[in-house]
């Protein structure tokens, strides 16, 4: 009896110590798979180009086709990290809200939300600016989180998982279809709008990312900062109360966090789904669920996903290219699913 | 000497039977009369008679074209796909005892869709060819949901969550086929996103009417054993009906029906899954809702490809209409099924 009592902390302590090495590595590792993808991505593309050429670029020439290629790549890359950080953070954030392991700015309907809004600007209010559209998709993305949120935790048990996925969905299937129903009939504004909700980074401009940084660097500050009180939540409401946090207001403003994230990536890319599911939970099995180490992997790890699906959604498709967010859809589709299958379910 | 209970049940009995067939005569009734409407009254208005005379194959000079060539197949096709995609739907949700488990929405619409867009785009084809293949991978998806949901039974919520998977990578196969298709057209596109009985054609029916009597007489033959089922796979097998093979045939007359509907006319939104609450809120009583449903399907697309034509001031495919009508239903559904944790 007491030979065990002694013999688990020491175990313990053993594990903490290794894995906070073993953190600090795979945090290495991965900003240099970030890193090396970005150089890839600033290389590759449907037009080859010499390294003479990206080294002129990258000075700020653009005499010949190869240097403006590669000019034209750089927003792209750097839009690409940018949203797909955001989006890991955001789903990392939202799963230890909820507590949900299939929780999700795309299954959740907050990115669809955040689309909903946009179109109806674009459609019956004539918006244009980019801030316009940015604060227009952060809200449509905060009353989607709310909406969602209230349907799923209607009835017996509260938002369990698997009821908050369905409402989450459900909400996003019925939002797609006002979207089409809204553009499709726009012949002005149906090719623009059909295409930005796919989802992609492809004819970034520096013009367009600039107007969205503000409201991501807010959005990641928060988002970063609220790692201590997930760590609470993640304990349960009752022990999260326990040891003082005010647990309402923690989710509340990470939360806050998550929807500037969510609605400011999706007003500049459209909305990109499964990322923020696939992410968190691969960034768990590197280096275990404590949120101040997984918070900032998530966003490094989203944004070397998404960064690798745009480079193989120019590679597959050459000469054409595939846009991102149906590459993370069919990556990220099949993972849901493993979830799903994986969870055990009691509340059918 | 029958006590007064039994006299009672009998007496309830017969009047619930009864009032399932007013309402089945009704539904049928309506259909027809929106026949009949849409046929006569469009951006011109036709008299009946001249309707009835073209329908009857005589040549009426100004009106044959109108009422023969562009309103005639449209109605008919609408009433085919309608009937095909209410039916198909409401076999599901009755089978799966779930609502949200229609084909629309798991996947099987988009399997189908998915299909016939890579045979029309990408191969090239046309006419039944596309058919067969839409309704291949809509069994196919069919199957592959059915199969990944299954772990120790399908529970419905998982088997719907994984539909809702299967389906957002298939629409996003949609999406890539049409945005490398080299004659993007809009009108091809929306057919495809969301369904459209534009540019209909008389033998595009036949592949319908086809669906409709193969799949649609199991179906219907097989009443008895769905309605079985909804009181529980134990129950039903307690009463006699061979659970897994009534489930195969459902589920393959469903997938056969919806996929040749959808081979045609593009996934009509939500019109398998809006048919069959409809058609229970209607009958109410304890009827089958196969054939009601399928008249609410029916009745359905007539009317929602009439508002998008002729009543609101531009002109939308029907698939538009019956998405923003399904859309907040779908809302008020999960809502509902949140609090109560009830079926149809």
């Not at chain 2, 529970?155 to 949609?174: C, D, H, K, P, Y």
Request: proline share 4%; with cysteine.
């Amino acid at each position: 009896m007491t030979a065990a009592s002694i013999k688990i902390p020491v175990r313990v302590h053993g594990i903490v110590a290794r894995s906070n090495r073993t953190r600090g590595l795979w945090l290495l590792v991965l900003v240099a798979v970030l890193a090396l993808l970005s150089a890839l991505s600033v290389t590759t593309g449907t037009r080859d180009v010499a390294w003479a050429e990206i080294m002129a670029a990258l000075g700020g020439g653009q005499e010949t086709i190869g240097q403006a290629a590669v000019a034209l790549r750089m927003p792209r890359t750097l839009l690409a990290v940018l949203s797909g950080a955001a989006l890991g953070l955001a789903g990392a954030i939202m799963q230890g809200i909820t507590r949900n392991p299939l929780a999700d700015p795309g299954i959740l309907g907050v990115n669809m939300g955040a689309s909903l809004a946009v179109v109806i600007g674009v459609a019956w209010f004539g918006i244009t600016s980019a801030h316009a559209y940015i604060w227009t998709a952060i809200l449509g993305a905060g009353g989607a989180a709310v909406f969602v949120y209230t349907i799923g935790s209607l009835g017996r048990g509260g938002a369990t998982p698997l009821k908050l996925a369905l409402a989450g969905a459900a909400t996003s299937v019925a939002f797609a279809s006002l979207v089409i129903a809204i553009v499709l009939p726009r012949g002005d504004i149906a090719g623009g709008i059909q295409a930005w909700q796919i989802g992609g980074v492809g004819g970034a401009t520096y013009d367009r990312v600039v107007p969205v940084l503000p409201f991501l660097g807010v959005g990641f500050a928060i988002s970063l900062l609220s790692a201590r009180k997930l760590n609470s939540l993640a304990l349960g409401d009752d022990v999260a109360a326990g040891l003082g946090e005010h647990v309402a207001t923690a989710r509340a403003v990470a939360s806050l966090g998550a929807i500037l994230l969510c609605g400011a990536t999706t007003a500049v890319c459209g909305p990109i789904g499964f990322l923020g599911l696939v992410v968190p939970h691969l960034c768990r099995t590197l280096i275990g669920v404590d949120h101040r180490w997984l918070l900032p992997f998530s966003a490094f790890g989203g944004a070397a996903l998404l960064l690798a699906a745009d480079i193989l959604g120019r590679i597959v498709a050459r000469p054409g290219e595939i846009d991102v967010g149906i590459i993370t859809a069919l990556i990220g589709a099949p993972f849901f699913i493993w979830i799903v299958r994986r969870q055990r379910v009691r509340d059918l | 000497m029958p006590s007064p209970t039994i006299d009672l049940l009998a007496v309830n009995r017969r009047r619930r039977a009864r009032r399932h067939s007013i309402a089945l005569g009704l539904l049928l009734v309506l259909v027809v009369v929106l026949f009949g409407f849409t046929l006569s009254v469009g951006q011109s208005v036709i008299a009946p008679m001249d309707v009835l005379r073209v329908l009857l194959g005589e040549p009426v000079p100004g009106t044959s074209f109108t009422v023969g060539q562009l309103r005639l197949p449209r109605a008919v096709l609408s009433i085919l796909s309608g009937l095909c995609f209410g039916l198909g739907g409401v076999a599901f949700q009755v089978m799966l005892r779930n609502p949200l488990a229609s084909p629309d929405i798991i996947g099987i619409t988009s399997g189908a869709g998915a299909a016939a867009v890579f045979a029309i785009v990408v191969l090239q084809m046309s006419g039944p060819v596309v058919s067969l293949l839409a309704v291949g991978a809509g069994l196919g998806v069919a199957v592959l949901v059915y199969g990944l949901s299954f772990r120790n039974g399908v529970g419905g919520t998982r088997l719907i969550l994984v539909g809702i998977g299967v389906s957002a990578m298939l629409q996003s196969v949609i999406a890539y086929i049409l945005s490398t298709a080299l004659s993007w057209s809009l009108q091809e596109a929306m057919r495809w996103l969301t369904g459209s009985v534009n540019g209909a054609q008389l033998q595009q029916a036949l592949p319908l009417l086809l669906a409709l009597t193969v799949f649609g007489g199991v179906l219907l033959s097989r009443t008895r054993d769905l309605e079985a089922l909804r009181l529980g796979d134990d129950t039903a097998s307690a009463l006699g009906v061979r659970v897994s093979q009534t489930r195969m045939l459902v589920i393959v007359s469903a997938v056969g029906m919806i996929a040749a509907a959808t081979a045609v006319t593009g996934p009509i939104a939500f019109v398998a899954f809006l048919a069959g609450p409809i058609a229970a809120r209607i009958v109410r009583s304890n009827g089958s809702l196969l054939l009601p449903a399928a008249l609410v399907g029916a009745i359905l697309v007539l009317l929602g490809d009439y508002v998008g034509q002729v009543l609101l001031p531009s002109r939308y495919p029907v698939g538009v209409i019956t998405g923003a009508l399904g859309a907040p239903y779908l809302i008020f559904l999960i809502v509902r099924v949140n609090r109560t944790g009830g079926s149809l």
